[in-house]
């Protein structure tokens, strides 16, 4: 976006494409990969997005209980959760911004928050039906929909 590696439109489907499997921040990451550089670019994204992660928590693992018994530490380790609480928040404000775009996309995103709060629906299921649905009014009523 920013720097012109992905447009708004790609990063959205490399979101919607994460939705369905588990681990959607890893799949994005390697569809992204995939979109800058290719299949070599999906394996590198893939490496990198898991490797760091594996090697952290094998160090780290260990000394959790040891931190959290201290009162300084624990109260970091609280901090550092609410903070990655805030950025999960910002980044489900700008991407909400850049997708609800008009009554359709803001009357989908209500009726799958409901679904997926109040029912706890598989998100897949979610972006499955916003597609069907986006379809079918692409049938029903030509030239609404770009």
């Known amino acids: 976006m920013r720097l012109g590696w992905l447009t708004n439109q790609q990063l959205l489907d490399a979101i919607a494409i994460g939705q369905f ?3 959607p921040v890893f799949t994005t990451a390697t569809f992204v990969g ?4 290719g ?3 999906a394996a590198l994204a893939t490496i990198g997005i898991f490797l760091p992660s594996f090697i952290f928590v ?3 693992n260990p ?3 040891i931190l959290r018994r201290s009162p300084w530490m624990g ?7 609410v903070a990655a609480l805030g950025l999960m928040a910002a980044v489900l404000w700008e991407l909400g911004r850049t997708a609800v775009v008009d009554w359709l996309t803001a009357l989908l995103a209500i009726i799958a928050a409901v679904l997926l709060f109040r029912f706890k629906l598989n998100s897949a299921w979610l972006v499955l039906g916003g597609g069907l649905i986006a379809l079918l009014i692409r049938w029903l009523v030509p030239g609404l929909l770009p």
């Not at 995939?34 to 550089?37: N, Q, S």
């Not at 109260?75 to 959760?81: A, K, R, T």
Request: hydrophobic share 50%; aromatic share 8%.
């Open 75 to 81: 109260g970091f380790l609280d901090g550092v959760n």
């Open 39 to 41: 299949p070599a670019g």
């Open 21 to 23: 499997t588990p681990g």
């Open 63 to 65: 000394l959790i209980p």
């Open 34 to 37: 995939y979109i800058v550089a």
């Open 58 to 60: 094998a160090a780290v």
